[in-house]
């Protein structure tokens, strides 16, 4: 069975999960919709990590590429690996090769054509450290420290060659590329827009300023997540690639380092030690969603409703997100006429006690707050995150069944 197969095989006793799990108060070490579900150890320090196929690759810094098997996603396994000169950072797949950063030795091509035997077939040297690669058709971008964006031509992996560069005004420590433009997060410089259309003459087209240093970036759509040592994450509109704009962001204690993006969600690696997963349904406003108590997290890929973490001495480690519910119709109205859990998408619908006498009520969190207080009949719960309630009826002094618990969903 694949690596997808398996995901969607998983996917219906996932939601039923959610409504048996998330029934009480989160353990302090993770959310109740966040799970480590496999581990694989690495001989050094696991630093970058993506995922293709069947299979997840490894930048384990002084061991170099590791490639690992995910045909069971519970217990990953180490199938190859390939040695690298100096310290293999960043990774990036594209068809038949890995590229991998390899910080003072610049970018490494490997062939992975035989995950059990990968094996070195080009390389390219870079004036600094290497530390981020993607790959566009028949290139690969490479944030290389104080030199800024390399765009290097991987045409004949066997000889890849650099034929164009940007050097930015800070550090590049990471990139991401879509559509022409190649997304740097540079240190001192924020969020850079550069064009990529011609890989010979790369060119600044904008940039957005960031409230502190820019360590990493995703892009999704018209959106581009910028991870902030000290400042959280920024959302920035790249809609207009030459004026890109943040219009919401994600308040850390410590601030992020690295981000992935997925959907409606970005995955970031927040400094009070843990893996954060933060809603982007509504990217003005973003919101915390999930976490997991996971320090050192070095480099992040997602897959479907996995997260991947390359967790330094901790080796790879999967996660599994299990989202916050159900798909309902968009207009949908629940009673919540049933003790069982309830699913609830946009409106949460309340009978009234009797018809003469008005029901009062409250809607609680599982910490036992009030968020909201209810009335008879529809009421509005968009703008709560989603996750578990109890909804608390005037009664319930006296009985305790009249205490409900629902689900908020998007």
Not at 294 to 314: K, M, P, T
Request: charged share 20%; with cysteine; hydrophobic share 40%.
């Amino acid at each position: 069975m694949s690596f997808a197969q398996l995901g969607a095989q998983r996917a219906l006793p996932r939601v039923f999960c959610l409504s048996l799990l998330m029934a009480g108060v989160a353990p302090a070490a993770d959310s109740l919709n966040v799970r480590l579900i496999g581990t694989c150890d690495t001989p050094d320090s696991a630093h970058g990590v993506t995922v293709s196929g069947d299979y997840a690759y490894v930048a384990d810094w002084d061991s170099g590429l590791r490639v690992i098997s995910l045909s069971d996603i519970a217990h990953p396994i180490e199938v190859g690996h390939c040695a690298t000169y100096s310290s293999a950072w960043g990774v990036a797949v594209a068809g038949d090769y890995a590229y991998v950063t390899d910080k003072d030795s610049g970018l490494m091509v490997i062939s992975v054509a035989d995950p059990a035997n990968p094996v070195e077939v080009g390389r390219c040297g870079t004036p600094d450290r290497a530390t981020s690669v993607a790959v566009m058709g028949n290139y690969a971008y490479v944030a290389d420290d104080d030199s800024g964006l390399l765009a290097i031509s991987v045409a004949d992996p066997a000889h890849p060659t650099e034929v164009g560069y940007y050097d930015t005004p800070g550090q590049a420590r990471d990139l991401a590329v879509d559509g022409g433009y190649a997304y740097v997060a540079d240190f001192a410089g924020g969020l850079r827009v550069i064009s990529v259309a011609d890989p010979a003459h790369p060119v600044e087209v904008g940039y957005c300023d960031t409230p502190s240093y820019a360590e990493g970036v995703a892009v999704a759509g018209d959106h581009a997540y910028v991870a902030n040592y000290t400042a959280g994450l920024r959302v920035v509109s790249i809609a207009d690639p030459a004026h890109p704009t943040e219009i919401g962001y994600y308040d850390s204690p410590g601030g992020v380092d690295y981000v992935a993006a997925h959907g409606d969600y970005a995955f970031v690696s927040d400094r009070p030690l843990r893996l954060t997963v933060v809603s982007v349904a509504d990217p003005a406003h973003p919101v915390e969603v999930g976490y997991y108590g996971a320090h050192n997290c070095l480099g992040l890929s997602v897959s479907g409703d996995y997260v991947f973490v390359a967790r330094g001495q901790a080796g790879l480690q999967i996660y599994e997100f299990y989202g916050g519910g159900v798909e309902e119709l968009p207009n949908a109205e629940v009673r919540t006429t049933r003790c069982a859990p309830t699913i609830v998408r946009g409106v949460l619908f309340l009978d009234d006690a009797s018809n003469d006498k008005p029901q009062l009520a409250g809607l609680r969190d599982v910490a036992g707050r009030n968020v909201l207080d209810l009335h008879p009949g529809a009421n509005d719960v968009r703008r709560l995150a989603p996750g578990v309630y109890f909804v608390q009826e005037a009664q319930a002094r006296v009985q305790a069944h009249a205490v409900r618990k629902i689900i908020v969903s998007r």
